[in-house]
Nanobody
Protein backbone atom coordinates (compact mmCIF):
# COMPACT_ATOMS: atom_id res chain seq x y z
CA UNK A 1 0.00 0.00 0.00
CA UNK A 2 1.09 3.56 -0.71
CA UNK A 3 0.13 6.52 1.42
CA UNK A 4 0.63 10.03 0.03
CA UNK A 5 0.70 13.17 2.16
CA UNK A 6 0.63 16.61 0.56
CA UNK A 7 1.75 19.90 2.06
CA UNK A 8 2.36 23.46 0.94
CA UNK A 9 -0.98 24.71 -0.28
CA UNK A 10 -2.34 28.11 0.68
CA UNK A 11 -3.58 31.47 -0.49
CA UNK A 12 -1.44 33.65 -2.74
CA UNK A 13 -1.95 36.69 -4.92
CA UNK A 14 -1.82 36.43 -8.68
CA UNK A 15 1.77 36.43 -9.86
CA UNK A 16 2.98 34.79 -6.68
CA UNK A 17 4.57 31.43 -6.05
CA UNK A 18 3.87 28.31 -4.01
CA UNK A 19 5.68 25.04 -3.48
CA UNK A 20 3.77 21.80 -3.03
CA UNK A 21 5.36 18.71 -1.57
CA UNK A 22 4.15 15.12 -1.53
CA UNK A 23 5.71 12.47 0.67
CA UNK A 24 5.11 8.80 -0.07
CA UNK A 25 5.12 6.30 2.74
CA UNK A 26 6.05 3.07 1.04
CA UNK A 27 9.27 1.19 0.62
CA UNK A 28 11.46 2.29 -2.25
CA UNK A 29 10.94 -0.87 -4.24
CA UNK A 30 7.18 -0.24 -4.22
CA UNK A 31 7.09 3.50 -4.96
CA UNK A 32 9.94 3.95 -7.40
CA UNK A 33 8.42 1.87 -10.21
CA UNK A 34 5.34 4.08 -10.12
CA UNK A 35 4.69 7.35 -11.88
CA UNK A 36 4.25 10.24 -9.44
CA UNK A 37 2.64 13.56 -10.09
CA UNK A 38 0.01 16.18 -9.37
CA UNK A 39 -3.58 16.50 -10.50
CA UNK A 40 -6.01 19.28 -9.65
CA UNK A 41 -9.73 19.76 -9.51
CA UNK A 42 -11.49 23.10 -9.51
CA UNK A 43 -15.13 23.43 -8.39
CA UNK A 44 -17.47 22.18 -11.09
CA UNK A 45 -14.66 20.83 -13.22
CA UNK A 46 -13.09 17.44 -13.82
CA UNK A 47 -9.83 16.42 -12.25
CA UNK A 48 -6.97 17.17 -14.61
CA UNK A 49 -3.30 16.34 -14.85
CA UNK A 50 -0.97 19.17 -13.85
CA UNK A 51 2.45 17.55 -14.00
CA UNK A 52 3.89 14.06 -13.69
CA UNK A 53 7.25 12.32 -13.47
CA UNK A 54 7.26 8.91 -15.09
CA UNK A 55 9.20 6.13 -13.42
CA UNK A 56 12.02 6.57 -15.94
CA UNK A 57 12.29 10.28 -15.18
CA UNK A 58 10.43 11.80 -18.13
CA UNK A 59 8.08 14.64 -17.27
CA UNK A 60 4.76 15.78 -18.70
CA UNK A 61 2.97 19.06 -18.04
CA UNK A 62 -0.45 20.42 -18.80
CA UNK A 63 -0.21 23.06 -21.51
CA UNK A 64 -1.71 25.62 -19.14
CA UNK A 65 1.20 25.35 -16.68
CA UNK A 66 4.16 24.90 -19.00
CA UNK A 67 6.83 27.47 -18.31
CA UNK A 68 5.33 28.32 -14.92
CA UNK A 69 5.37 25.04 -12.96
CA UNK A 70 8.28 22.68 -12.40
CA UNK A 71 8.04 19.16 -11.01
CA UNK A 72 10.94 17.35 -9.41
CA UNK A 73 11.15 13.87 -7.99
CA UNK A 74 13.48 12.69 -5.26
CA UNK A 75 13.62 8.92 -5.64
CA UNK A 76 15.75 8.40 -2.53
CA UNK A 77 13.42 10.41 -0.30
CA UNK A 78 10.29 9.15 -2.09
CA UNK A 79 8.77 12.56 -2.64
CA UNK A 80 7.85 14.98 -5.37
CA UNK A 81 7.90 18.76 -5.35
CA UNK A 82 5.80 21.04 -7.52
CA UNK A 83 7.22 24.55 -7.75
CA UNK A 84 4.53 26.91 -9.01
CA UNK A 85 5.28 30.45 -10.11
CA UNK A 86 3.39 33.24 -11.84
CA UNK A 87 0.21 31.82 -10.38
CA UNK A 88 -3.10 32.82 -11.91
CA UNK A 89 -6.63 32.81 -10.49
CA UNK A 90 -7.45 29.93 -12.83
CA UNK A 91 -4.86 27.82 -10.98
CA UNK A 92 -7.17 27.82 -7.97
CA UNK A 93 -8.06 24.21 -7.20
CA UNK A 94 -7.61 21.27 -4.88
CA UNK A 95 -4.28 19.71 -5.79
CA UNK A 96 -3.91 15.96 -5.40
CA UNK A 97 -0.72 13.96 -5.26
CA UNK A 98 -0.83 10.82 -7.38
CA UNK A 99 1.26 7.68 -7.60
CA UNK A 100 0.43 4.81 -9.86
CA UNK A 101 0.81 2.78 -12.96
CA UNK A 102 -1.62 0.56 -14.85
CA UNK A 103 -4.23 -0.63 -12.37
CA UNK A 104 -2.39 0.47 -9.26
CA UNK A 105 -3.42 4.04 -8.43
CA UNK A 106 -3.00 5.93 -5.18
CA UNK A 107 -4.14 9.42 -4.20
CA UNK A 108 -3.45 11.88 -1.45
CA UNK A 109 -6.20 13.74 0.36
CA UNK A 110 -5.44 16.97 -1.49
CA UNK A 111 -4.17 20.43 -0.61
CA UNK A 112 -6.00 23.64 -1.50
CA UNK A 113 -4.37 26.31 -3.63
CA UNK A 114 -6.21 29.61 -3.90
CA UNK A 115 -4.96 32.42 -6.11
CA UNK A 116 -6.58 35.80 -5.61
CA UNK A 117 -6.71 38.42 -8.33
Amino acid sequence: QVRLVESGGGVVQAGGSLRLSCQASAITSVINPLDMGWYRQAPGKQRELVAIVRRGGATDYADSVKGRFTINRDYARKRIILQMSDLKPEDTALYYCYAGRSERNFWGAGTQVTVSS
